[in-house]
């Protein structure tokens, strides 16, 4: 699997800071992986029609577009494509990802492509972009109505949403990719999105596209105002490395870090790598404490 179809997520469902306690509205599986929903009504009733129906709305969207893009469904549009029955633009949402990936593959230097074993295969990038944009549209509105918050989990991969009016906080536990059942790293996050990737979740699978070596990082974690833009940047850093943040300067909006084999941990922020034990610098990518660096 090319950098573009890297490793899933390794955050943690998204936690309370406060008293009242969200919901899970949806469960389902879409895109290979779980998803679920978490709503925070203002109220004991909490527009519980409306949040059914922006759920059922939301999945509805995500499996569409898995049909059109899935490479395990025969008849889909990327099956069709890789066969080369259709071209990449008789489609207009295929050609808008496959162009997205095409400059996330030219500001990284190389490290995210969406070609895989000769074919056209943007899986890398597609769930973040189908789940952020689904989100927006048949998620987010809720906000308008009797919610406080919502969030959103695609297989650890995490996307929140919070109204003005609110004070509500979203606490993302980052795991530990070396002890699975510890936290890394801790985020508060009101509207934004994290998503992680590394060897840790899908083992040799990930590689450099530039090489076919495989993927240097146990695990990577971006923090980015949406979906689609972590998950393709969490591919880059696992990709990566810890021995290389040389492409950090290419991905100004976003935060992050990355934790190699031998325990590792280095940390950046817009742009610029922050020191792993600088309390006030890891407060830029979240409300928690993270490890030092363990070397």
Known sequence: MSGAAGARARARAPEPTGTRRPRTAMTAEAMGTVLSVHVLPR???????????ACAAFLERVRADERKFSTFIADSTVSRIRRGELLIDAD???????AACARIGSRSG???SAQWRGGFDPTGYV????VERAAAACLAPLLDADVD?????????????TAERSDWVWSIGIADPLDRGAVLARVGLRNGAVASSGRAERGGHLVDPRSGRTAEAVGASVVAA????????????????CADLSWIGAAPETNGLVVGADG???RWSAGVEIGASDADALALIGTGRAHPDRR
């Open 127 to 130: 769930k973040g972009w189908s």
């Open 149 to 161: 918050a919502v969030a959103v989990n695609a297989g650890g991969d995490v996307r929140v949403f």
């Open 43 to 53: 109220t004991h009733a909490g527009a519980d029609a409306a949040v059914s129906r």
């Open 92 to 98: 207009a949402e295929v050609a808008e990802v496959a």
């Open 110 to 112: 190389g490290r995210f």
């Open 226 to 241: 949406d979906l689609a833009v972590a998950d393709a940047w969490a591919t880059v850093a696992a990709v990566s490395g």
């Open 264 to 266: 590792r941990v280095r």
